[in-house]
């Protein structure tokens, strides 16, 4: 049988009352939960997790009598423990779990005969709501309706492109300034000083993807070690990337220029001040970053920066090389989501295991961008409190977008290429959103944001008929 996500709601006697919902997993073969707490019955919990309720002489006769009772999982079958329970009169069963929340794995046939509601809970959940609520608990059982949007879902689309226009504008300046550098020698050696741009050629395209593929078949296979590298690397990364999009900003702003000599070399004191500021923000984000209701701020922020700095420096000579990286990371995406679950032995996904952390690891990767669910919902309460989208999401299309910003600056096209790329980007996002809702499950959003990225640039170049400079770029004479 298949496994649904429901909510248990459990009230405290005190006062004044207190109540907290908690994740709960049910088949709804066996048993149908209210939607809403409105026609819900209340039942006094019994704590009975020191047994297993393998045998009804676990329990003394009568405790269990019109109560909802709590045991641990143990060794024997759910329908064991759900006929001693319906036995000895209890109105709920409650089965503890020290390890994650997995599927009800009992035939649907052999429960024919159990009439009360059997759900799975996790044993911390347990412990909490004593804490929490008390000895004197009552709980009910409901399963409202999953949304069929999520309000979260504009926070993510206005965040990514913001971050992809900027990017790519942020691209599109820098090559104007080194367009005009080329008329001085002077200022093409100082530019060269600056230049920081790193230049993508077809073998390191594939090359890229090839390391692409092999970390993420490591993360599977070593995710409980490589997961702190990764969160390392992150936080080395992000904090350099927020100093470089900070600095370009405060370079121009004309105060507080005073320098001070380290070195042999004269330093701007705002910009000491902006790298402590930025290392500081990445400790904090890293010491806090499982602190649910505020890290996510600090992490988008800091992401938001990584795909930035990203983009504008790491540039695409041309649009053969922008073809072959989003054609590779695109069959790379659909591969790893929906492929590897016919090759896994638990039938789940590479990329989503990774993504929510495989074997129910709690430390997550910072590679996406995270914004807090809406809509409230037993899956917001059980796996996915958060809507997710990944940097790659970002970046790869933001890389196609900065090639078409620079090559409007090499051509003076107006910017033509950029906004229609920018523009197919975010119809791209939104058809993601759409196919999200239809199918209610995660997608690839690269499958969706790479053809309508490349189509539509590839038709702005045709209809210009400059399809021969846009496909050589700058290695073209203009």
Not at 46 to 71: F, H, I, Q, R, Y
Not at 358 to 376: A, C, D, H, M, Q
Not at 460 to 478: C, D, I, L, N, P
Request: glycine content about 6%; some cysteine; proline content about 5%.
């Amino acid at each position: 049988v298949t496994a649904d996500e429901g909510i248990l709601h459990a009230s405290g006697n005190g006062v004044p009352p207190v109540a907290k919902d908690y994740c709960i997993i049910y088949s709804s073969n066996w048993i149908s939960l209210p939607k809403s707490l409105d026609n819900a019955t209340f039942w006094t919990l019994e704590n009975l997790t020191s047994t297993v309720l393998c045998n009804s002489s676990d329990v003394p006769s009568g405790l269990m009598k019109d109560k909802a009772v709590v045991v641990m999982r143990g060794n024997c079958t759910f329908l064991e423990k759900a006929r001693i329970a319906q036995s000895l009169g209890a109105k709920m069963l409650l089965i503890a779990s020290k390890p994650r929340l997995s599927p009800i794995s009992d035939n649907k046939t052999d429960f024919e005969d159990v009439t009360l509601p059997v759900a799975l809970i996790r044993y911390n959940d347990i412990v909490d709501m004593q804490l929490t609520l008390g000895n004197e608990v009552n709980v009910t059982l409901y399963s409202p309706p999953l949304p069929e949007f999520d309000c979260s879902m504009v926070v993510i689309f206005l965040i990514a492109v913001f971050t992809v226009a900027l990017g790519g504008y942020w691209s599109g300046v820098a090559e104007l300034e080194n367009l005009k550098a080329i008329a001085s020698p002077e200022e093409r050696e100082t530019r060269r000083k600056k230049e920081e741009n790193v230049t993508f050629t077809p073998v390191t395209v594939i090359l890229f993807v090839v390391i692409c593929c092999v970390m993420l078949v490591l993360l599977y296979f070593f995710y409980k070690w490589l997961v702190y590298v990764i969160i390392s690397v992150f936080c080395l990364a992000s904090a350099m990337s927020l100093y470089n999009c900070l600095a370009a900003l405060i370079g121009e702003i004309p105060f507080g220029q005073c320098r001070i000599a380290c070195c042999n070399k004269n330093i701007e004191v705002r910009l000491i001040f902006l790298a402590v500021f930025c290392i500081a923000a990445a400790v904090v984000w890293a010491v806090f970053r499982n602190e649910d209701r505020w890290a996510w701020i600090l992490q988008d922020i800091l992401g938001v920066a990584f795909c930035l700095n990203f983009i504008k420096t790491l540039k695409m000579p041309n649009f053969k090389s922008c073809v072959i990286l989003l054609g590779l990371l695109l069959l790379y995406d659909v591969f790893f989501v929906f492929i590897t679950p016919f090759i896994t032995k638990n039938g789940a996904s590479i990329m989503v295991e990774v993504a929510a952390g495989p074997f129910g690891n709690s430390e997550k990767l910072p590679v996406v961008i995270r914004v807090p669910r809406l809509e409230y919902s037993a899956s917001t309460l059980c796996d996915m409190p958060f809507s997710l989208l990944g940097f790659g999401d970002i970046i790869v299309p933001g890389l196609l977008v900065a090639y078409c910003r620079r090559f409007d600056v090499q051509t003076g096209s107006s910017s033509v290429y950029y906004i229609s790329c920018t523009i197919a980007y975010a119809i791209g996002m939104v058809l993601t959103f759409i196919v999200l809702a239809l199918m209610k499950m995660g997608q690839p959003a690269l499958l969706y944001l790479v053809p309508c990225t490349l189509i539509t640039s590839s038709l702005v170049a045709w209809r210009r008929r400059e399809m021969k400079k846009f496909w050589k770029g700058s290695s073209y004479q203009v």
